[in-house]
T-cell receptor, first 114, second 114 residues
Framework: GQQLNQSPQSMFIQEGEDVSMNCTSS?????WLWYKQDPGEGPVLLIA?????ELTSNGRLTAQFGITRKDSFLNISASIPSDVGIYFC??????????????FGKGTKLSVIP | KAGVTQTPRYLIKTRGQQVTLSCSPI?????VSWYQQTPGQGLQFLFE???????NKGNFPGRFSGRQFSNSRSEMNVSTLELGDSALYLC?????????????FGSGTRLTVV
């Protein structure tokens, strides 16, 4: 099946630093999504990308949909303590039945040192 | 607008038992997807229901089943529980009848099998 390789697995950064994480896939996706998950909660959608080459921002977050449609990256600028959590990339593909299935990366655990 | 509600939040079961988890989607959403999250395998797609019909299914054994009711609420059932079924089970809702960029997840049900 499809696999998403997300890196790095974990990061320890100082408050105020910028962060970058990325995902690569062996398959093409129609849409790339980035989610954040806090302990004990479900993933929350941060950014959705639906066009190859698209660059989208949401506050301090910026994400890009790779030209090949097989990769995406997420940048967080000027990190703050509440950025702590696990970030997941997900590729979305439409099945023949009209269903949209998400394939997730294994996550990047972000720790911010005040 | 109420979010996705999953009940119960926590569950402890014994090997060999069966369990039923419940998910109420966002009002007006007709699609409910289920995901299993474990430290080793990450987030994996179980199945999706739309208008009371299973529209898509992941690679899980037949012990995992689900259904959806006319009010779009969904239940997931796992029979003959195994230790490896211990996981966070997440459901996600979407309108289901058009492409959406991302899904809204519930907070999950933490299942522990002893």
């Amino acid at each position: 099946g499809q696999q998403l390789n997300q890196s790095p697995q974990s990061m320890f950064i100082q408050e105020g630093e910028d962060v970058s994480m990325n995902c690569t896939s062996s398959s093409i996706f129609n849409t790339w999504l980035w989610y954040k998950q806090d302990p004990g909660e479900g993933p929350v959608l941060l950014i959705a990308l639906y066009k190859a080459g698209e660059l989208t921002s949401n506050g301090r977050l910026t994400a890009q949909f790779g030209i090949t449609r097989k990769d995406s990256f997420l940048n967080i600028s000027a990190s703050i303590p509440s950025d702590v959590g696990i970030y997941f990339c997900a590729g979305q593909l439409r099945s023949g039945a009209g269903s949209y299935q998400l394939t997730f990366g294994k996550g990047t655990k972000l720790s911010v040192i005040p | 607008k109420a979010g996705v509600t999953q009940t119960p939040r926590y569950l402890i079961k014994t090997r060999g038992q069966q369990v039923t988890l419940s998910c109420s989607p966002i009002s007006g959403h007709r699609s409910v997807s289920w995901y299993q999250q474990t430290p080793g395998q990450g987030l994996q797609f179980l199945f999706e229901y739309f208008s009371e019909t299973q529209r898509n299914k992941g690679n899980f054994p037949g012990r995992f089943s689900g259904r959806q009711f006319s009010n779009s609420r969904s239940e997931m059932n796992v029979s003959t529980l195994e230790l490896g079924d211990s996981a966070l089970y997440l459901c996600a809702s979407s309108p289901g009848d058009r492409e959406v960029y991302g899904y809204t997840f519930g907070s999950g049900t933490r299942l522990t099998v002893v």
